[in-house]
């Protein structure tokens, strides 16, 4: 694999008032160009990695790199150029009074020159289909749509890693899709790295690479296929299995001569035409 | 209690520049006893439907029964506490409304209203706290202090303890880690079973809706698109997705298969275990043959 | 709620009026205000009228938006012209009936007062119906900006203006939410004598609160997230421009004044 772009060695933190550690000796890197889905349950210590790759807070034992820049409080305004974040409730991140004063706000704070400002703003509106929507004020987007002016924000910033933290948990099943289409979108187009922080399994079905919190600690790393042959540990997780997976455990149960787990139903539905075919 | 939609249509702001016609011709009968889930897209005017069962909207046209009152667009209602104390709404977010000191005096605020006392409230907010699966020592403590899934219940208890014959739920499990949801959703169907309830269920998630309910409406633009038992609706899916509505994933991937496969299975299945055992009948069928 | 409140709320339109410079609108409402008070007799009110109808003229506001809008300001003006016109007791009698008397003078006081109250109104709820409220502030801030050298916060105040009227309209859906939460659970927000009408507020307004602070804390951290740190070094998407129109009506503006201390007696 090619150099890591963030790498966390030895992590750990807690919030000041708590005995428990939020975060416990966590290790693991983070690569140029890969999506990464990090689950677990609500209180499992995802969100306060994510507060902490973003400068929110830091660890109290341990470092994390960014880009090779170490993450402290005076390179934190660095290593922010190079983390966009998107964070869970759309209307509490949204700043501007339009959507396009949204998008510019990032901008402004980095003091990117006007011409520069008003091309970025444009572009990175229509990178996620909200060109439309230009003078709109907030109240009368869909939380789909606010989200998606979230990220247009995020990407106008042109950083390397683009951080989704429990960004699709509020929307409805449309707005989620529109969502992670963007995202999906951009991945391809810009190579981002794509960090997700996520309880939904669907999602982090389709990343390259899922890392699995536990109670502040990491479980388990491994691709969607590793991670999803645990199959009733996610549930005692508090995670659930994605459906293909589960109706191919089904199926296998009942007698068929299923060769894998599958993570995606037009696989499934493949091997059982071939066998099916065959037959 | 019965609650019945007739032909009800709701106008936001009537008389002004801003009018936006919310719902039309919609009939919905909601027997006692009934699970029903409401489908629908954000704006499809599945909320306002929500509003008129406890009366918190009166239609601009037509009429809804609920238990023997009337509400009409004429008649100006008077004392519909009693409707309220018997349609408890459980909104989404519920947690948002948490306010008082301890949690059980929140949970008491709803019974105290409706004129239970203050003794016979604390009872029931002991009861409800169980209902939802928290231990007794939360009820001394903050709304405040508790953890986002723990303030959903407590909130959820707050309704439980009205007593209501009829509980709506709004998108109750919104937000919730798989384990949450699973758990919220199970509680509510077993309280459907075991008091009797009516309980109508406003969601996106058709699983939900498949899993729990006995009837199905789904709402389309303002009006009702189609209504059923969930046999009935999901056996057609096709409009369902034209619509752009999700359908199950046990329905869907019937269809995904019968497509590619170009079979029929013998029916339309709604639960894992009748989808696997419909595939394996198929396959063996082909292996014998 | 809000779509009851008519009086002042921005009214699209295409129109020169809108197109100005906030900052121009702002100075000259200012003047306005002050030349107000130059007109003394029939000739120089009727000036004052015809200029303040063209504005609105100019501006395509529909005569009815404002109308409604300003009906319940009407009865201050109406309110202001009985109090002069029974109060003031000076010049020749012109009517009497049982215990009112009315004057000369309380008629023309009466009338030229609540004329200029009311055409003060007109100007002033011109500015907010063809000024965005994000305008007003950027005028605002723009106006301000001399006085960053005495350390007044002007960006701050700006930034906290734009905040505020972005997260009204959030608000106020959020306050229906709550309120009808709350009715479904037995409150009762409007009968009953006042003291239970206040204690009926309490649940209310503390999960507003409780929501606003969260809503403050987590905009904070997506402000830094996204680079916020304090005004310096920022630089601007909106701009102001001064344009052509800015001077003409700065112009009809001094010429009007000029006419009016002519005029005047």
């Not at chain 2, 209602?77 to 947690?95: A, D, M, T």
Request: proline letters at 4%; a neutral charge; one cysteine or more.
């Amino acid at each position: 694999m090619t150099e890591p772009l963030v790498e966390l060695k030895n992590v750990s933190f807690k919030y000041d008032a708590e005995a428990a550690y939020a975060l416990d000796n966590i290790s693991f890197n983070i690569f140029k160009g890969e999506w990464l889905a990090i689950v677990g349950h609500n209180g499992s210590g995802k969100s306060t990695l994510a507060k902490l790759l973003n400068g929110l807070h830091f660890p109290l034992e341990g470092s994390i790199t960014v880009g090779g820049i170490s993450l402290s409080e005076e390179t934190v305004w660095e290593t922010r150029k190079k983390i966009g974040m998107v964070f869970q409730n759309p209307d509490n991140q949204f700043v501007g009074t339009t959507v396009r004063d949204d998008v510019a706000f990032g901008l402004e704070n980095h003091g990117i020159e006007r011409n520069d400002m008003v091309q970025r703003v444009t572009e990175s509106l229509e990178k996620v289909k909200m060109s439309s929507f230009l003078n709109q004020e907030p109240h009368h987007l869909s939380g789909g749509q606010k989200q998606r002016v979230a990220i247009a924000g995020v990407i106008a910033l042109r950083p390397d890693i683009i951080i989704l933290d429990e960004s699709t948990s509020m929307l409805d099943p449309r707005g989620r899709e529109e969502v992670l289409e963007t995202v999906r979108e951009l991945k391809r187009d810009y190579h981002m790295t794509v960090i997700s922080i996520t309880h939904d399994l669907e999602e982090a079905s389709k990343a390259d690479r899922i890392v699995v919190m536990n109670k502040g600690e990491l479980y388990r790393e491994g691709t969607p296929e590793e991670i999803f042959q645990m199959d009733e540990e996610l549930v005692k997780l508090g995670l659930d299995i994605p459906f293909p997976v589960k109706l191919s455990k089904i199926l296998r149960e009942k007698g068929l001569p299923l060769s894998r787990h599958y993570l995606s139903e037009e696989e499934l539905v493949e091997e059982l035409w071939t066998s099916h075919s065959k037959m | 209690m019965d609650i019945s939609l007739q032909n009800v249509e709701y106008r936001y702001q009537v008389n002004t520049p801003f009018e936006r016609l919310a719902i039309k011709d919609v009939s919905i009968d909601i027997p006692s006893g009934t699970f029903l889930a409401i489908i629908g897209h954000t704006g499809s005017g599945k909320s306002t439907v929500l509003q008129h069962l406890n009366a918190l909207l009166k239609p601009t046209e037509g009429q809804v029964l609920i238990g023997e009152r009337k509400i009409t667009p004429e008649k100006k209602q008077k004392n519909l506490k009693e409707i309220r104390q018997r349609v408890g709404i459980v909104f989404q977010f519920p947690e948002h409304q948490l306010f008082e000191e301890t949690v059980e005096k929140d949970i008491c605020f709803g019974p105290m209203n409706f004129g239970v006392s203050e003794e016979e409230a604390k009872k029931r907010a002991r009861a409800a706290i169980g209902q939802v699966g928290l231990p007794l020592e939360i009820l001394s403590k903050s709304p405040f202090d508790l953890s986002g899934g723990q303030m959903r219940r407590v909130a959820i208890a707050g309704v439980l303890a009205m007593e209501p014959d009829v509980i709506v739920l709004d998108e109750p499990t919104a937000g919730l880690d798989p384990r949450g949801r699973k758990e919220i959703m199970d509680m509510f169907y077993s309280l459907h079973g075991t008091r009797g309830l009516s309980t109508v269920l406003v969601t996106h998630s058709m699983e939900d809706a498949s899993r729990y309910a006995d009837q199905i409406v789904i709402m389309h633009n303002g009006e009702v698109y189609k209504k059923g038992t969930p046999k009935e609706i999901f056996s057609s899916p096709e409009g369902l997705l034209k619509l752009g509505l999700d359908v199950p994933e046990v329905v869907r991937f019937q269809l995904k298969m019968e497509k590619s496969l170009n079979i029929r299975l013998s029916k339309t299945c709604l639960t894992m275990d009748e989808l696997t055992d419909e595939i394996a009948a198929v396959m063996k069928r082909g292996t014998a043959t | 709620m809000m779509d009851k409140m008519i009086f002042g709320r921005y009214v699209p339109a295409e129109s020169v009026i809108h197109r100005m410079d906030p900052r121009s609108k702002l100075v000259l409402i200012f003047l306005f205000v002050c030349i107000v008070f130059l007109a003394n007799n029939l000739l120089t009110y009727g000036l004052l009228t015809v200029y303040t109808f063209f504005m609105i003229a100019l501006s395509k506001v529909p005569i009815r938006f404002i109308y409604t809008g300003l009906k319940p300001v009407l009865l201050l003006v109406i309110f202001t012209l009985f109090l002069h016109l029974f109060l003031t007791k000076e010049g020749e009698v012109l009517f009497r009936f049982g215990w009112i008397t009315i004057y000369e003078e309380g008629l023309r006081q009466g009338i030229f007062i609540s004329l200029r109250f009311f055409l003060l109104i007109l100007m002033t709820s011109l500015l907010t119906l063809t000024t965005t409220p994000i305008e007003i502030t950027d005028g605002l801030e723009s106006l301000l900006n001399p006085l960053n050298k005495v350390k007044f916060p002007v960006h701050e105040l700006a930034l906290m203006m734009s905040i505020s009227l972005r997260f009204i309209p959030t608000l106020m859906q959020e306050t229906d939410k709550i309120m009808k939460a709350q009715t479904a659970r037995g409150a009762d927000f409007t009968s009953g004598p006042l003291k239970e009408r206040v204690k009926a507020i309490i649940p209310l307004l503390i999960p507003l609160f409780v929501s606003s602070f969260k809503r403050a804390e987590e905009l904070a951290v997506a402000m830094e997230s996204r680079g916020y740190r304090g005004g310096e070094g920022r630089t601007k998407y909106r701009q102001l421009s001064w344009g052509l129109k800015d001077t003409a009506m700065f112009a009809m503006l001094a010429a009007l004044s000029l006419v009016l201390i002519l005029l005047r007696t």
